[in-house]
């Protein structure tokens, strides 16, 4: 029983992150690869992807997420509440600090 709800559960996380990488994928190719760890033939194929062989990928068995973070990333990120929020297409720095600077 634990069994299956491990599949099923990592074949539903798969499938919402394979669908946000997609929409990604599609909209701003660069930020997909940087955020999601793609190179450029798995951002195109993602964008390319219909909703079949998305469900196809999410529930082949194999994870198709992976943590792209060092246990030192970890340790060093800063809280929530402080941790600045980038603008990728603009490049510019959305932290309440930023914002207060500007207006």
Do not use: Y
């Amino acid at each position: 029983m634990v069994a299956e709800t491990f599949h099923a559960d990592v074949a539903t996380i798969s499938l919402q992150w394979l669908m946000l990488a997609r929409d990604a994928a599609r909209n701003e190719p660069m930020m997909a690869a940087m955020f999601f760890g793609l190179d450029a033939a798995q951002t195109e194929m993602l964008a390319r992807a219909d909703l079949r062989k998305i469900q196809e990928l999410a529930n082949s068995g194999i994870v198709s997420f992976r943590p792209t973070f060092s246990v030192a990333d970890l340790a060093a990120a800063p809280p929530a509440s402080r941790r600045p929020h980038l603008e990728v297409v603009t490049g510019r720095n959305n932290t309440p600090a930023a914002a207060s600077a500007v207006g």
